[in-house]
Each structure stands twice: as structure tokens, then as C-alpha cells.
């Protein structure tokens, strides 16, 4: 079964500074990843997401993450982050084959923007 | 669409009372999702259903939770009797898969923040 990390709880972060988000995932076979956002009191949303292809994914918000197979990581990364970006982030995975595969989420990365 | 919708968004209740909380699915999504979130435990899975049928109810933390699907666009999630414990946000999510397209993408309703005094 596969699994996923989040090492950090909480990462503050001065507006208008670069910030990375860590995501390390485990499996044997070949996977999707997914990054979630949870602004306060609001559901989960999509990010973006890795399928295949290109490693460096674009998403919504200016945030991008890159799938690194040899290091399983798949790290959420802005170049300048904004008071609106304050949420918590989940990063998830599934099984990349083998027809509807269960996601399992992370616990969690909390972004405070500082002023 | 309106997307996912839960309802109700808030409820509060006493000890043994029972509690059911709602959720329709975005219309055409074959597949959904009963997710829990706690400050202690993050964001568990308790069920989910396929075409209406449960696939995956491990999650289920006891005999006291239950969840339905009578058709493709309505599901519950009953509580009886309620504890303190239960108290948490509730998400119900759906999503499709298809062939050759839909990879599991998520859409998270609103979610129902539920007290337990």
C-alpha cells in the first residue's frame, strides 16, 4: 500500500518570500499525486496534480510542485506567496494503475503567511 | 454546477442523540466519499461507495456510524447514539473514473461541523 509524508505541521512564512511545502510518498509501483488546499472553514480543493508526463506541474494560485521518482518527493513550491495563500495543504497519492485506486492524504502542512 | 453540498453546515447536539448528515454529489460522479477531520487525527476515510454500492467502510470507527446511498444523487451519514467524541467536520467528496480519462480528482463539499455536548 502506498503512503505519504508530510514532515511539516506548520510553516510560516513572510509575504512575498519563496516557500516549499514537502510531500514524501512510499510505494512499490508507480503512482498519482495530488496537492489540496483547505482554506478555513472551506472544504478541500485541488491544486494541481502529477499523472505522467512532464515532472514540474502547474497549478492554480502561481504554485507548482515536481515529481522527483528517484527521491519520492513531491514538493509544493511558490516563489512568492500572498496573506490569501494562509490554508493548510494536504498532499495525497494513489496507485498510478489497476483501475479506481483508493487516495490515500497526508496529514497536512499548515501555511501562515506573515505580514 | 453547484458542486458537492452538505447540509446541514453546522449541528450541535446533546449525548445519545442521533444525527444524520447529508450530501449530494456533483451530478454524474459515480464515486463518493465520506471523509472525517479531527485537530487529533487529520483527515480519515470512512466509507466510500461506487455506483451507489459500499466498496470500502474499514473507516468506519463503530457499530454506531452508518451510511447510505439510496440513489446517485443523495448519501447520509448517521450517527446513533452520538458522543462527544464525534464531534469533528465532516466532508463528503465525489469523483469519477473513467477509462482513458478521470484520475480520481476529488471535490470536497463544504463539510458539516458537528458538536457533541
Known amino acids: 500500500a502506498q503512503s505519504v509524508t508530510q514532515l511539516d505541521s506548520q510553516v510560516p512564512v513572510f509575504e512575498e518570500a519563496p516557500v516549499e511545502l514537502r510531500c514524501n510518498y512510499s510505494s512499490s509501483v508507480s503512482v498519482y499525486l495530488f496537492w489540496y488546499v483547505q482554506y478555513p472553514n472551506q472544504g478541500l480543493q485541488l491544486l494541481l496534480k502529477y499523472l505522467s508526463g512532464s515532472t514540474l506541474v502547474k497549478g492554480i494560485n502561481g504554485f507548482e510542485a515536481e515529481f522527483n521518482k528517484s527521491q519520492t518527493s513531491f514538493h509544493l513550491r511558490k516563489p512568492s506567496v500572498h496573506i490569501s495563500d494562509t490554508a493548510e495543504y494536504f498532499c495525497?497519492?494513489?496507485?498510478?494503475?489497476?483501475?479506481?485506486?483508493?487516495?490515500?492524504f497526508g496529514t497536512g502542512t499548515k501555511l501562515q503567511v506573515i505580514p | 454546477d453547484a458542486g458537492v453540498i452538505q447540509s446541514p453546515r453546522h449541528e450541535v447536539t446533546e449525548m445519545g442523540q442521533e444525527v444524520t448528515l447529508r450530501c449530494k454529489p456533483i451530478s454524474g460522479h459515480d464515486y463518493l466519499f465520506w471523509y472525517r477531520q479531527t485537530m487529533m487525527r487529520g483527515l480519515e476515510l470512512l466509507i466510500y461507495?461506487?455506483?451507489?454500492?459500499?466498496?470500502?467502510d474499514s473507516g468506519m470507527p463503530e457499530d454506531r456510524f452508518s451510511a447510505k446511498m439510496p440513489n446517485a444523487s443523495f448519501s447520509t451519514l448517521k450517527i446513533q447514539p452520538s458522543e462527544p467524541r464525534d464531534s469533528a467536520v465532516y466532508f463528503c467528496?465525489?469523483?469519477?473514473?473513467?477509462?482513458?480519462?478521470?484520475?480520481?480528482?476529488?471535490?470536497f463539499g463544504p463539510g458539516t461541523r458537528l458538536t457533541v455536548l
Open positions: 461507495f461506487n455506483n451507489n454500492v459500499p466498496i470500502d
Open positions: 467528496a465525489s469523483s469519477f473514473y473513467r477509462d482513458g480519462g478521470g484520475y480520481n480528482e476529488q471535490f
Open positions: 495525497a497519492v494513489r496507485k498510478g494503475s489497476g483501475g479506481y485506486q483508493k487516495v490515500t
